[in-house]
């Protein structure tokens, strides 16, 4: 973490220093194929279809969207994230000309807190894919709530979270299944599988945590509303 700011995301040299040099991929963690790969399977397999509206909140420079784009049907894809800048690095430099024809510029929103100004208030999928293992847990919170005020409609919401194994060994680091070690108070950012059902629940949502773990040892929280 950059002293003084709850991500590095959040300083606000980091973006604009990785895109100068051309980073956009790394910034983000790497692995671009990999996990976008992976990303990809996981929405397959929960029931993702070309009919269905996608949100990509925390989309980056378009790891997820220079996949799913081309698989909905157009304009069906919306993506949100802090930075404006990195959204639109990834539109013209990840996407095909085929691509950008499916997705209006206008689909990608800056929003860096959740309040999802601009965004269509039905969906059918929401994603977020390791942005809450960057942000403290009241960031969960207030996510939670404001999709369930904001969202009339969705099927599900799918995001990734790291998780200590017990209240005690939670104070300390945790050293993942794939080796990235999580903190309570730093990025990355882990919490108790209790924390994430208690958030849902004042959401009115119910959620599983899938077992299976994914890249980094992120595990998969499916949330539904009660």
């Known amino acids: 973490m950059i002293k003084g700011h709850i991500s590095p995301y959040h300083a606000p040299a980091f973006i604009p220093e990785a895109l100068a040099k051309g980073r956009h991929r790394a910034i983000i963690g790497g692995r671009w194929e990999e996990t976008g790969n992976i990303q990809m399977e996981m929405l397959l397999a929960e029931g993702l279809r070309p009919r269905h509206t996608l949100l990509d909140i925390g989309c ?9 784009i081309p698989f909905l049907n157009p304009g069906h894809y919306w993506g949100t994230d802090l930075s ?25 929103v ?6 999802f100004r601009g965004i269509p208030c039905e969906m059918d999928y929401l994603l977020c894919f390791a942005v809450l293992t960057h942000l403290p847990m009241n960031h969960l919170r207030r996510g939670l709530l404001n999709i369930t005020r904001h969202f009339t409609r969705f099927e599900k919401l799918l995001f990734t979270v790291f998780l200590a194994p017990d209240a005690v060994a939670s ?8 080796g990235v070690v999580t903190h309570d108070t730093r990025p990355p950012y882990h919490l108790l599988a209790g924390d994430v059902r208690h958030f ?20 998969l929280c499916v949330a539904r509303r009660a």
């Not at 800056?110 to 309040?115: A, N, P, W």
């Open 84 to 108: 404006g800048d990195l959204m639109r690095r990834g539109y013209d430099t990840e996407l095909t000309e085929a691509d950008r024809l499916r997705l209006p510029r206008g689909q990608l």
């Open 200 to 219: 849902c629940a004042q959401a009115g949502l119910v959620v599983e945590l899938r077992p299976d773990r994914l890249p980094r040892g992120q595990v």
């Open 60 to 68: 980056g420079p378009l790891r997820t969207g220079c996949r799913v």
């Open 171 to 178: 104070l300390a680091p945790v050293r993942q299944p794939d």
């Open 110 to 115: 800056e929003d860096g807190d959740f309040t």
